[in-house]
C-alpha cells in the first residue's frame, strides 16, 4: 500500500482541528485537493478514518490506530530531518554531562576529543558534581548522562560501567613518605596539604575523610587545578591527594613522586548513569556508547 508523508500530515492536522478546511489552510493547500487525497487515502486503506459531520470531523476506531500509526512514522521522520540538519551544520547539538571532579579534571578530557572530531555539531557542557548530585541532574533533566563513583547507591537511574581510578597521595621528591610504596591517609594528615577549592566535589570527599579520622586537614594552600596542585608538590609547599592518572602523569614531568593509597575507598568504580535509553537524545546515545567502549 503507497502512502506519503503529506498524507499522514493530512490525517494529523484534520485530527487537531476537527475540520477539513482549517487543516487545508494549517498545511496549506487548497480544501479540494486535501478532500482528494484523504478520500484517494482512505480507498487505499480500504477503511474509513473519519466520521464527517455537520459541525466537523471525528476519528472513527480504524481511524485512531492509523492515526496512531501515522503519529510514530511522522516523529522518525521529524528525528531523521533533525539529524540530517545536524549534520550539515545547519543545527547545534548542545549535550550536558554531569560528573565528579576526577572525572571532569582528569579522565574525560582524555578520551572527549575525538567525539567532538567525529560530531563537530556537538557542543559539550561539562557540570562539575557530588556523586549524589550527578543522579539528581540525570533525573531532573538538568543534566542528560552523568559519571559518578560507583560506591554511590544508584536510585533511579540506569547504570553502566565507564572507568576505574585510585586516589594517590603526591609528595615532593625526597619528602618521607616518597619512600613508601603505600601509605594512609592517617599517616599523611600530619603534613600541610595543598588542595582545591573548598566547594569542588573533590575537596569536600577528601576533608570529609580526613573527619571522619578526627584529623582536619591542614590546608596551606588552595589551587585551581591538578597541575596547578602539582606544581605546589613539586616545589615542596606540601603534599596532595590526585587521581593516578594525572600524578603519573605529574611524576614525569615533575620531582614528586606517587604513593599509593591502602584503603578501599581510594579505588573508584566510575559509572556512567542517564534516566533511560528512550530519554536520550541520538547524539547522546553516540556519547554514551563511546564513553562505555572507553572501559577498562
Same mark, same amino acid.
Given at each position: 500500500?503507497? @502512502?506519503?508523508?503529506?498524507?499522514?500530515?493530512? !490525517?494529523?492536522?484534520?485530527? =487537531?482541528?476537527?475540520? !477539513?478546511?482549517?487543516?487545508?489552510?494549517?498545511?496549506?493547500?487548497?480544501?479540494?485537493? +486535501?478532500?482528494?487525497?484523504?478520500?484517494?487515502?482512505?480507498?487505499?486503506?480500504?477503511?474509513?478514518? @473519519?466520521? &464527517?459531520?455537520?459541525?466537523?470531523?471525528? !476519528?472513527?476506531?480504524?481511524? *485512531?490506530?492509523?492515526?496512531?500509526?501515522?503519529?510514530?512514522?511522522?516523529?522518525? +521522520?521529524?528525528?531523521? #530531518?533533525?539529524?540530517?540538519?545536524?549534520?550539515?551544520? #545547519?543545527?547545534?547539538?548542545?549535550?550536558?554531562?554531569?560528573?565528579?571532579?576526577?572525572?571532569?579534571?582528569?579522565?574525560?578530557?582524555?578520551?572527549?576529543?575525538?567525539?567532538?572530531?567525529? /560530531?563537530?555539531?556537538?557542543?559539550?557542557?561539562?557540570? %562539575?558534581?557530588?556523586?549524589?548530585?550527578?543522579?539528581? =541532574?540525570?533525573?531532573?533533566?538538568?543534566?542528560?548522562?552523568?559519571? /559518578?563513583?560507583?560506591?554511590?547507591?544508584?536510585?533511579?537511574?540506569?547504570?553502566?560501567?565507564?572507568? &576505574?581510578?585510585?586516589?594517590?597521595?603526591?609528595?615532593?621528591?625526597?619528602?618521607?613518605?616518597?619512600?613508601?610504596?603505600?601509605? &594512609?591517609?592517617?599517616?599523611?594528615?600530619?603534613?600541610?596539604?595543598?588542595?582545591?577549592?573548598?566547594?569542588?566535589?573533590?575537596?569536600?570527599?577528601? %576533608?570529609?575523610?580526613?573527619?571522619?579520622?578526627?584529623?582536619?586537614?591542614?590546608?596551606?594552600?588552595?589551587? $585551581?587545578?591538578?597541575?596547578?596542585?602539582?606544581?605546589?608538590?613539586?616545589?615542596?609547599?606540601?603534599?596532595?591527594?590526585? $587521581?593516578?592518572?594525572?600524578?603519573?602523569?605529574?611524576?614525569?614531568? !615533575?620531582?614528586? *613522586?606517587?604513593?599509593?593509597?591502602?584503603?578501599?575507598?581510594?579505588?573508584?568504580?566510575?559509572?556512567?548513569?542517564?534516566?533511560?535509553?528512550?530519554?536520550?537524545?541520538?547524539?547522546?546515545?553516540?556519547?554514551?556508547?563511546?564513553?562505555?567502549?572507553?572501559?577498562?
Amino acid at each position: 500500500m503507497h @502512502f506519503d508523508l503529506s498524507d499522514l500530515r493530512l !490525517l494529523s492536522a484534520i485530527t =487537531a482541528s476537527g475540520s !477539513l478546511s482549517k487543516a487545508a489552510a494549517s498545511i496549506p493547500v487548497a480544501v479540494s485537493a +486535501a478532500s482528494t487525497r484523504l478520500r484517494l487515502f482512505e480507498e487505499r486503506c480500504g477503511v474509513n478514518l @473519519f466520521i &464527517r459531520k455537520a459541525d466537523g470531523m471525528q !476519528l472513527t476506531p480504524a481511524g *485512531r490506530l492509523v492515526l496512531d500509526a501515522a503519529s510514530s512514522v511522522l516523529g522518525e +521522520a521529524q528525528k531523521l #530531518q533533525d539529524t540530517l540538519k545536524e549534520l550539515a551544520g #545547519q543545527r547545534r547539538i548542545t549535550l550536558r554531562l554531569a560528573a565528579t571532579t576526577v572525572t571532569t579534571s582528569s579522565l574525560l578530557p582524555a578520551v572527549l576529543g575525538s567525539f567532538l572530531a567525529d /560530531y563537530p555539531e556537538v557542543d559539550l557542557q561539562l557540570a %562539575e558534581y557530588r556523586s549524589a548530585d550527578v543522579m539528581r =541532574a540525570v533525573l531532573t533533566g538538568e543534566c542528560e548522562i552523568g559519571v /559518578y563513583d560507583g560506591s554511590v547507591i544508584s536510585d533511579g537511574v540506569m547504570s553502566l560501567p565507564f572507568r &576505574r581510578e585510585r586516589l594517590v597521595m603526591l609528595v615532593p621528591a625526597g619528602h618521607p613518605l616518597a619512600e613508601l610504596d603505600q601509605t &594512609r591517609l592517617r599517616d599523611a594528615l600530619g603534613y600541610p596539604f595543598i588542595g582545591m577549592a573548598a566547594e569542588r566535589a573533590m575537596q569536600r570527599f577528601i %576533608e570529609e575523610r580526613a573527619l571522619k579520622l578526627a584529623m582536619p586537614l591542614q590546608i596551606r594552600v588552595r589551587a $585551581p587545578s591538578f597541575e596547578a596542585i602539582a606544581q605546589l608538590v613539586a616545589q615542596r609547599a606540601g603534599v596532595a591527594m590526585l $587521581p593516578e592518572t594525572t600524578a603519573r602523569r605529574m611524576e614525569q614531568e !615533575l620531582p614528586v *613522586r606517587t604513593v599509593l593509597l591502602e584503603e578501599a575507598w581510594a579505588t573508584l568504580e566510575l559509572r556512567l548513569c542517564i534516566k533511560g535509553w528512550e530519554s536520550l537524545s541520538s547524539h547522546g546515545r553516540q556519547l554514551v556508547s563511546f564513553l562505555s567502549g572507553q572501559s577498562e
